[in-house]
């Protein structure tokens, strides 16, 4: 069972990390969840859905749905835009810093 640190520390990278997916290359939410899962990550549709929803909110990610040719269901395909690769950048910049930062300060370093 996850404690409330592990849960929170999760929290605050997932939705980094469903972008940079994204901006390598458009994915469907199933998708999204079986390469979170191969890297680690158990989610439910409930934890990642509502990260896609608040991407695309703020103009990061545009969605479409499939044609579903031939017996195939629809589904809803999603893709970075020009802002959301720019944040993508951003946000692995601030990232890189800021485990930098920490792994300094646990390593017994000063942060500068």
């Known amino acids: 069972m996850e404690n409330r640190f592990?849960?929170?520390?999760?929290?605050?990278?997932?939705?980094?990390?469903?972008?940079?997916?994204?901006?390598?290359?458009?994915?469907?939410?199933?998708?999204?969840?079986?390469?979170?899962?191969?890297?680690?990550?158990?989610?439910?549709?409930?934890?990642?859905?509502?990260?896609?929803?608040?991407?695309?909110?703020?103009?990061?990610i545009a969605s479409a749905w499939s044609s579903g040719e031939g017996k195939a269901v629809p589904k809803k395909m999603y893709r970075a835009t020009e802002a959301g690769l720019r944040e993508g950048l951003r946000r692995e910049a601030l990232w890189g810093s800021f485990t930098q930062t920490v792994n300094q300060i646990l390593s017994g370093g000063n942060a500068q």
Do not use: N, Q, W
């Open 6 to 60: 592990d849960r929170e520390m999760k929290k605050g990278v997932l939705e980094m990390l469903v972008l940079h997916l994204i901006c390598g290359r458009p994915a469907y939410g199933y998708e999204l969840l079986s390469r979170l899962r191969e890297g680690g990550f158990d989610l439910k549709e409930g934890t990642l859905y509502p990260i896609l929803y608040r991407l695309e909110d703020d103009g990061f």
